[in-house]
C-alpha cells in the first residue's frame, strides 16, 4: 500500500515561499510519474505541476515561473517549491504518483495518478 504524506504548508503573506513535501513510503520514486495538484474551497481540483520518470516538468500556466518541482530519491521525498506567493494560491495542496512502471498522461490530469496523499493547507494573504 503507497502512502504519501505531505507537509511544509502554512500561512504566507503575499509574495513570500513555502517548500512543499512529500514522503512516499516507497524506494523507487523514479519508476513513477509525480504530480502536485490543488483545491480551494467550492472549486474543483487542479494539477499545478508535473515530474516524469525521465525528469521533465509540467507546469500550470497559473504558476510557470514561480513554482518547481523536483525529487530527492534518496530520501524518497518529492518537492513544490511556491515562490511570488498569490491569496488565490490559497488551497489545500495534494502529492498524487502514478502505478510503478506505468505509462503517464496528462501530468496535470487527476486521471493520470493512483495514489493520494492527505494534502496540505496554503493560506497566502
Known amino acids: 500500500h503507497v502512502q504519501l504524506v505531505e507537509s511544509g504548508g502554512g500561512s504566507v503573506q503575499a509574495g513570500g515561499s513555502l517548500r512543499l513535501s512529500c514522503v512516499a513510503s516507497?524506494?523507487?520514486?523514479?519508476?513513477?510519474?509525480w504530480g502536485w495538484f490543488r483545491q480551494a474551497p467550492g472549486k474543483e481540483r487542479e494539477g499545478v505541476a508535473g515530474?516524469?520518470?525521465?525528469?521533465?516538468?509540467t507546469y500550470a500556466d497559473s504558476v510557470k515561473g514561480r513554482f518547481a518541482i523536483s525529487s530527492e530519491n534518496a530520501n524518497n521525498t518529492i518537492f513544490l517549491q511556491m515562490n511570488s506567493l498569490k491569496p488565490e494560491d490559497t488551497a489545500m495542496y495534494y502529492c498524487?504518483?502514478?502505478?510503478?512502471?506505468?505509462?503517464?498522461?496528462?501530468?496535470?490530469?487527476?486521471?493520470?495518478?493512483?495514489?493520494w496523499g492527505q494534502g496540505t493547507q496554503v493560506t497566502v494573504s
Open positions: 498524487a504518483a502514478t502505478t510503478g512502471g506505468a505509462v503517464c498522461g496528462d501530468p496535470l490530469s487527476l486521471s493520470t495518478y493512483r495514489h
Open positions: 516507497l524506494s523507487t520514486i523514479s519508476r513513477r510519474c
Open positions: 515530474l516524469a520518470r525521465g525528469g521533465g516538468t
